[in-house]
């Protein structure tokens, strides 16, 4: 059973820098693209960050230059350093990849970890 394990959100001020990580866990043979998107409460969830296989990144227009999303194959995780946090970034994120395991290709959810940015 593929799992993905989110840790790193937490509470911080504005201005300050948040790390996030996501590990892949079970029996696969291989990653295709990984995300991170976020959610607050009544609103769609949203793409934050994406980075393929080939380490092609992309990021919404709200986090670029602040944001910085890179995985570690040998590690099976991928990472979202956050930097000069603002309030507006606060949210649920959640990291998301594409798995291919006896099952083929499928998408994988983490279970969410909560940031938070105080003003």
């Known amino acids: 059973q593929v799992q993905l394990v989110e840790s790193g959100g937490g509470l911080v001020q504005a201005g300050e820098s948040l790390a996030l990580s996501c590990a892949a866990s079970?029996?696969?043979?291989?990653?295709?693209?990984m995300n991170w998107y976020r959610q607050v409460p009544g609103k769609q969830r949203e793409l934050v960050a994406a980075i393929t296989s080939g380490d092609n990144t992309n990021y919404a227009d709200s986090v670029k230059g602040r944001f910085t999303i890179s995985r570690d194959n040998t590690k099976n995780t991928v990472y979202l350093q956050m930097n000069s946090l603002k309030p507006e970034d606060t949210a649920v994120y959640y990291c998301?990849?594409?798995?291919?395991?006896?099952?083929?290709?499928?998408?994988?959810w983490g279970q969410g970890t909560q940031v938070t940015v105080s003003s």
């Open positions: 079970g029996t696969f043979f291989s990653i295709g693209i």
């Open positions: 998301n990849a594409r798995i291919f395991s006896t099952l083929g290709w499928t998408d994988y």
